[in-house]
């Protein structure tokens, strides 16, 4: 069973960093690309980032809007997906997802998301 | 990149049909046969229900369907079950080797 479960999330407070983690099973996790997508309260999916896998080059790609605060990294031998966040701002409040990419640039399989809470 | 544009609520009687619109640009879901589409039910992850426009993952009921048209694509689902109601979201695939959601569908089974 394919199983993806995010860690790391809590209150932070503004200007400050948090690593999301993303631990994987049930499937051959340096096969696929994976992806972090985002939902503050209320609202919409927002795509983030996704990382490719070894066999693409292992390259990242970035959203816009978070292009110079985020760092997608993944570690192959403990199935584990990373997000690094820097200079968080309150806007940055949301539940992060983690999702496998699937065939295309779809997103086939989701973590429950981790809540972050930016705020003094 | 914008975010693709649903309408932001449709409703349905148990057994009829319905169809969820999602509208982009040439930039997206015009130029590539990458759209998705996504139900999501109150505090749940989100759920993959369509793939490159028109497929089913495994387990997705048939009721389900999408196509594309233009810089359109369309989610149809059949037969409306209580369970269906949820917030449907499209993505699409662009041209900045990005990925783009529609702002969400709110579907009422009446």
């Known amino acids: 069973e394919v199983q993806l479960v995010e860690s790391g999330g809590g209150l932070v407070q503004p200007g400050r960093s948090l690593r999301l983690s993303c631990t994987t099973s049930?499937?051959?996790?340096?096969?696929?690309?994976m992806s972090w997508v985002r939902q503050a309260p209320g609202k919409g999916l927002e795509w983030l980032s996704v990382i490719r896998s070894k066999g693409y080059g292992g390259t990242p790609e970035y959203a816009a809007s978070v292009k110079d605060r985020v760092t997608i990294s993944r570690d192959d031998s403990k199935s584990i997906a990373y997000l690094q966040m820097y200079s968080l701002k309150t806007e940055d409040t949301a539940v992060y997802y983690c999702a496998r990419r699937g065939r295309g640039w779809d997103f086939d399989y989701w973590g429950q998301g981790t809540l972050v809470t930016v705020s003094s | 990149q914008s975010a693709l544009t649903q309408p932001a609520s449709v409703s349905g009687s148990p057994g009829q049909s319905i169809t969820i619109s999602c509208s982009g640009t040439s930039s997206d879901i015009g130029d590539y046969n990458y759209v998705s589409w996504y139900r999501q039910h109150p505090g749940k992850a989100p759920k993959l229900i369509i793939y490159e426009v028109t497929n089913r993952p495994s387990g997705v009921s048939h009721r389900f369907s999408g196509s594309k048209s233009g810089n359109t694509a369309s989610l149809t689902i059949s037969g409306l079950q209580a369970e269906d109601e949820a917030v449907y979201y499209c993505s699409s695939y662009t041209s900045s080797i990005s990925v783009v959601f529609g702002g969400g569908t709110n579907l009422t089974v009446l």
């Open positions: 049930g499937f051959i996790f340096g096969d696929y690309a």
